[in-house]
């Protein structure tokens, strides 16, 4: 990049990935504020000093502020996601994590649809298995809201997901097959292996799961997830039948659990449908 006397940039090339293109003229370009001005005005900077507000509208310390085309930074204007993402779909994971640290640092809220639009976004992690991505852009949604129970429960997921894969594996390299009830005929060499790769996961994963059913107390999914969690608690255990066969009963009882949210949300849905309108 080239600069006029007075700092200014003449020539270069940039890179603006809302598009995937490169510029060469520097009035080819805008600087975007990632959160725009007017969505943290409605989101609680209109209640910031002047003072306040300048530094959120000059902050170079933290991805507010980036170089892009202008067509781009034009046709977001101050949409938040889920009026505009980037037409440069490769970069959605990034541009949302950003906009969440953004809004996180500086205390902004986050509106239903807006949260909705992000986590979409953000699930691309997810479907690509880049799990602990996945799991870190989960817990900034939680940071910036956390009553969001589908945050704890797919951070909950992913745990049981990963400790599962290495039970399957560390059990085959044993002779046997996961049978949910701890595995007990497992070598003393299985049972330290599951320990160094599993602790951290299903204490996390129970963690995070109990969570999603504290702020949505018929979250069926949840609870299921917390009955094979406990299942994978049990492989712990190691030649501690008490503790393994309390980790089952806990596994059970939130087995009983799930069916009797299942059934409360089948009877709120049947009590909607019957408000409809008769004929």
């Not at 608690?233 to 039948?241: I, R, S, T, Y």
């Amino acid at each position: 990049m080239v600069t006029s006397s007075s700092c200014a940039a003449t020539s270069g090339r940039w890179y603006s990935p809302y598009d995937g293109a490169t510029w060469t003229a520097a009035s080819d370009l805008d600087i975007d504020h990632i959160v725009p001005l007017a969505e943290a005005w409605k989101s609680g900077a209109n209640t910031w000093t002047t003072a306040r507000r300048q530094e959120f509208a000059n902050n170079l310390t933290i991805a507010q502020l980036i170089a892009v085309s202008a067509s781009s930074n034009r046709s977001k204007g101050d949409q938040d996601p889920s009026e505009w993402q980037p037409p440069n779909a490769s970069v959605h994971c990034i541009y949302a994590r950003e906009w969440i640290w953004v809004k996180y640092t500086y205390g902004l809220s986050l509106q239903s649809a807006e949260k909705t639009a992000l986590q979409q976004m953000a699930s691309i992690s997810f479907n690509l298995k880049k799990f602990d991505d996945a799991k870190n852009w989960q817990k900034k949604v939680i940071e910036v809201d956390p009553a969001a129970s589908e945050a704890y429960y797919t951070i909950g997921v992913i745990d049981w997901m990963q400790s599962y894969k290495n039970a399957t594996t560390i059990l085959a390299a044993d002779g046997l097959t996961d049978g949910g009830d701890g595995n007990p005929k497992k070598s003393k060499d299985a049972c330290a292996k599951l320990q160094a790769q599993n602790t951290n996961l299903v204490n996390e994963g129970l963690e995070y799961l109990q969570k999603a059913v504290d702020n949505n107390a018929t979250y069926e999914e949840a609870m299921t997830y917390l009955n094979l969690t406990y299942r994978r608690k049990a492989d712990l255990e190691c030649g501690n039948d008490p503790a393994r066969k309390a980790d089952l009963d806990k596994a059970q009882e939130w087995s009983d659990k799930a069916m009797g949210a299942r059934k409360e949300n089948e009877r709120k849905k049947e009590e909607k449908n019957k408000g409809g309108v008769t004929m």
